[in-house]
């Protein structure tokens, strides 16, 4: 894993912290901060996920905070809930990293957090690598117009973007049914579509 994450860190030109549940590198204050305690650390791992999404098994029942790890704590701002903080730990803080690594790998419904079956993560992947997306994270247009998306997270540009149609097979609770998705990076808050989906928050 280290290996791999120096790698990831020398071709994108240093080291950048990156959200363990969207897969994309934060931003602004909340950036320079995880950059320092990583420089301050010795940190190799770009993976900061929040002591919540570890304690909910969000990335797998492997995955726990080592004994004596001390968090980042971060607050945030929103005009809607006001201020709030959330306790940030590296990869490298808990007893299995590359489970944070998932979401590298791995496409998963916001609207739901289960991962894609195996035949529609292949479907995602060359979707995807066709769009230079970096997220693996998807939403569908049906959840992007409910209250708990909606309206703060919407389409980057309504006109343009056509998502990808995904088939699901009948089970028994619902018959055969396609549904449109689109991928986080589509919307207007990437991160903040990333954080409700999980109920990371904050």
């Not at 305690?37 to 726990?64: C, D, L, Q």
């Not at 690594?101 to 066709?130: G, M, Y």
Request: charged content about 20%; aromatic content about 10%; some cysteine.
């Amino acid at each position: 894993m280290i290996r791999r994450c120096r790698l990831f860190q020398q071709q994108a030109g240093g080291y950048k912290a990156l959200s363990a549940d969207s897969g994309l590198p934060f931003q602004g204050a909340l950036q320079r901060m995880l950059h320092e305690k990583a420089m301050a650390r010795n940190f190799t791992s770009p993976f900061w996920a929040t002591s919540k999404a570890i304690h909910r098994k969000a990335f797998g029942r492997e995955v726990s905070i080592l004994p004596g790890e001390q968090c980042t704590l971060v607050s945030f701002r929103y005009s809607k809930f006001g201020e709030t903080e959330a306790m940030y730990f590296n990869a490298e803080q808990t007893t299995y990293p590359k489970g944070l690594e998932l979401v590298l790998t791995r496409h998963r419904n916001a609207s739901t957090s289960n991962f894609f079956s195996p035949p529609l993560q292949d479907i995602l992947n060359v979707h995807a690598s066709a769009k230079g997306f970096q997220s693996k994270t998807w939403i569908s247009e049906v959840a992007l117009q409910t209250a708990d998306f909606g309206p703060t997270v919407a389409l980057r540009s309504p006109e343009g973007d056509k998502g990808i149609v995904l088939h699901f097979a009948a089970s028994d609770k619902m018959p055969a049914h396609d549904i449109s998705f689109y991928n986080a990076e589509e919307t207007t808050d990437p991160h903040s579509l990333c954080r409700r989906s999980h109920q990371f928050a904050l």
